[in-house]
């Protein structure tokens, strides 16, 4: 009698019950809102608001990144997580350096289905080198580019600067959506912004009822600006019931979440949200993530201009860079402690 062929699950893979991905999907379409970025959209500001109120999350479209320069950076991503993992290898991150492919990342714990390559917008980026609040060090990181795919490092510099631009234009007018001036928060991702993009491979998984691609977690940054291609796969917490909402892929729409350090600039005006990508068996997928995130050394807190005596702050300061460099130690050391966060610095009130 033939073997049964069975398939192995790794158990570090597998997520607890409540957090595995239903089976129904919660209809798509008409749920998270699709705003057109084009200067003659005469209710842009107040879209903007709605949105970053209700959801957290939202599409763009008209948003000014040539579609040739998205397609460039698609198609080199492909390509790089095509090549053999002695390659790929060959750039791998490690203690020493957090840029480059990896494939082990785990959140909460739990392993994700799933390959990275991670880049930094500005090269090097710029971070304090340990997380000790006395210890003024600096470290310079330094990008990691496939020795034998030379186009790679031309397609992922032109798309960080042409989704940067979007950035800055998406933190006016979210500045604006506040009833504060455009400039606002424009200076805090100026002069060595740590901002970073990660390409995202997840392989098709033969027990997509059981894993995540990324398990379920908030973005720590200011903005997150997402490509994510035709097959679709990202989970959007709902603010109202808490159920899960599939992102319908869009051509040529960027999805924008707000990030931690957006919910302690506006005082928890507007919220960062849980999201998690789930894998079929089928089709691999490919999302590209632009994280704009402030330069190392601004300290994060509640804008003046959005607190009062009725609306005190809930955050106390915390600077970023060594928020970071607190999750990069908590992140290779596997402590058993959670992960820093943004709850960390809460005031009670
Ligand atoms: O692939 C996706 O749709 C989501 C990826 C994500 O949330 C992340 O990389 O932080
Ligand atoms: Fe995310």
Not at 56 to 62: A, D, K, L, P, S
Not at 72 to 95: P, Q, W, Y
Not at 131 to 150: K, R
Request: aromatic fraction near 10%; proline fraction near 6%; hydrophobic fraction near 35%.
């Amino acid at each position: 009698m033939a073997a049964e062929k069975v398939v192995a699950v790794d158990s570090a893979f597998i997520q607890a019950t409540e957090h595995r991905p239903k089976t129904t999907i919660i209809a798509e379409s008409k749920c998270i809102p699709l705003i057109d970025l084009s200067s003659t959209n005469p209710n842009l500001v107040t879209q903007i608001s709605h949105a970053c109120k209700n959801w957290g999350f939202f599409q763009v479209i008209n948003h000014g990144v040539p579609m040739e320069c998205r397609r460039n950076m698609e198609s080199v991503a492909k390509k790089f997580f095509a090549l053999s993992e002695e390659e790929k290898g060959k750039v791998k991150r490690d203690i020493n350096n957090p840029l480059g492919y990896y494939d082990a990342e785990h959140t909460k714990n739990v392993r994700d289905w799933k390959q990275v390559f991670d880049l930094a917008v500005e090269n090097p980026a710029v971070f304090p080198a340990s997380h000790e609040p006395d210890d003024q060090e600096i470290v310079e990181y330094f990008n990691q580019w496939p020795e034998n795919l030379p186009e790679f490092r031309e397609a992922c510099e032109g798309y960080a600067e042409k989704v940067k631009t979007l950035g800055f234009k998406l933190v006016e007018l979210i500045s604006l959506s506040l009833g504060l001036p455009e400039n606002r928060l424009t200076g805090f991702f100026k002069e060595g912004h740590a901002s970073f993009i990660r390409i995202n491979h997840y392989p098709p998984c033969p027990y997509p009822d059981v894993a995540l691609g990324v398990g379920r977690h908030k973005d720590s940054g200011g903005i997150t600006i997402l490509a994510q291609d035709d097959v679709g796969g990202l989970e959007v917490k709902r603010k109202t019931d808490g159920a899960w909402i599939r992102v319908q892929p869009i051509p040529d729409a960027f999805i924008v979440n707000l990030g931690d350090i957006m919910q302690a600039w506006t005082n928890e005006i507007y919220q960062s949200v849980e999201h998690r990508a789930v894998v079929n068996s089928e089709k691999e997928r490919l999302s590209i993530a632009f994280f704009f995130n402030p330069a190392h050394h601004v300290n994060v807190e509640p804008l003046s201009e959005l607190i009062d005596h009725q609306n005190p702050p809930k955050y106390r300061p915390y600077n970023y860079g060594k928020f970071y460099a607190t999750r990069k130690v908590s992140n290779f050391e596997k402590l058993d402690v959670e992960n820093i966060q943004l709850t960390h610095f809460k005031l009670s009130q």
